[in-house]
């Protein structure tokens, strides 16, 4: 005769425990381990930025989720705080980075091909079932530099992580004009001298071409609050503007499938 299954979880329950104490004590399996590849004080900004527009009209955009483990993170915030009526739009090209892109920092900007490669991993019908029950999260697969952000109406809180310098230069000047008065863009990368470096390139060329005074958050999270944009003061210790030797403002081919 089968023993009942309510039976056997009992049996079992302290063998599990004591396997997980001796996991716990003698290996490393039970280490705590930090899952984001952004700053705690990045997922707080997002937070308390999410909150100060709360009652302000507008959808919510990322732009370069990898696996999704931010978008996982503003989406249970939005459940938590009952404001399934939003939408957050994820927007990636879900299968790396653009070969021009990757070109450009390889032949303009001295990187190594090598150092810059990853995300291939990614799979936009995989990524799309992970978010199957959040709804009110839209995943769209496509270039940055080429989407028509207008489609999806005013935007009142941007989070840019795509890293390089061409999509990033391209994407912020179009953002920032679809932003709502109140509306904010976080740019993740902001930070010089290490491997994509182009995101504070890109960020710093915008903050001067639009008299904005940059401001970074923690290591390396660039903002800009559309409605606090204000002339820099003249600041001997300003960080360095990268100048680019190339006019990045060309037409680009559309090679995107905008869902």
């Known amino acids: 005769?089968?023993?009942?299954?309510?039976?056997?979880?009992k049996l079992l329950k302290p063998l599990v425990g004591i396997a997980k104490k001796i996991a716990f004590k003698h290996t490393s399996i039970g280490a705590p381990t930090y899952a984001y590849n952004?700053?705690?004080i990045q997922l707080a900004t997002l937070i308390n930025e999410l909150e100060r527009l709360r009652t302000f009209s507008g959808c919510i955009v990322e732009i370069g989720v990898a696996r999704g483990m931010t978008t996982r993170f503003i989406a249970q915030h939005l459940v938590d705080q009952k404001r399934l009526h939003e939408t957050v739009y994820a927007m990636d090209t879900f299968a790396s980075?653009?070969?021009?892109?990757l070109d450009y920092e390889v032949s303009h900007r001295g990187k190594?091909?090598?150092?810059?490669?990853?995300?291939?991993?990614?799979?936009?019908?995989?990524?799309?079932?992970?978010?199957?029950?959040?709804?009110?999260?839209?995943?769209i697969q496509t270039d940055c530099s080429v989407f028509d952000y207008r489609k999806l109406?005013?935007?009142?809180?941007?989070f840019l992580d795509v890293d390089l310098y061409l999509p990033i230069k391209t994407t912020l000047p179009i953002l920032f004009d679809c932003l709502i008065p109140e509306g904010v863009i976080l740019v993740d990368d902001v930070m010089p001298n290490m491997t994509y470096d182009?995101?504070?390139q890109a960020y710093m060329e915008f903050c001067g071409e639009r008299a904005i005074q940059p401001v970074v958050i923690g290591n390396k999270c660039g903002i800009i609050r559309k409605g606090e944009c204000l002339p820099p003061p003249v600041n001997?210790?300003?960080?360095?503007?990268?100048?680019?030797?190339?006019?990045?403002?060309?037409?680009?081919?559309?090679?995107n499938n905008e869902s």
């Open 153 to 158: 109406g005013p935007i009142k809180l941007a």
């Open 236 to 255: 001997t210790h300003t960080k360095t503007v990268f100048k680019s030797g190339n006019n990045t403002n060309q037409p680009r081919e559309s090679i």
């Open 112 to 139: 190594s091909l090598s150092d810059l490669k990853g995300f291939e991993y990614n799979d936009f019908k995989a990524w799309s079932r992970n978010f199957k029950d959040h709804p009110f999260v839209m995943p």
């Open 198 to 200: 182009g995101a504070y």
């Open 97 to 101: 980075f653009m070969e021009l892109d």
């Open 1 to 9: 005769m089968s023993t009942p299954p309510n039976t056997m979880q």
């Open 38 to 40: 952004i700053e705690p």
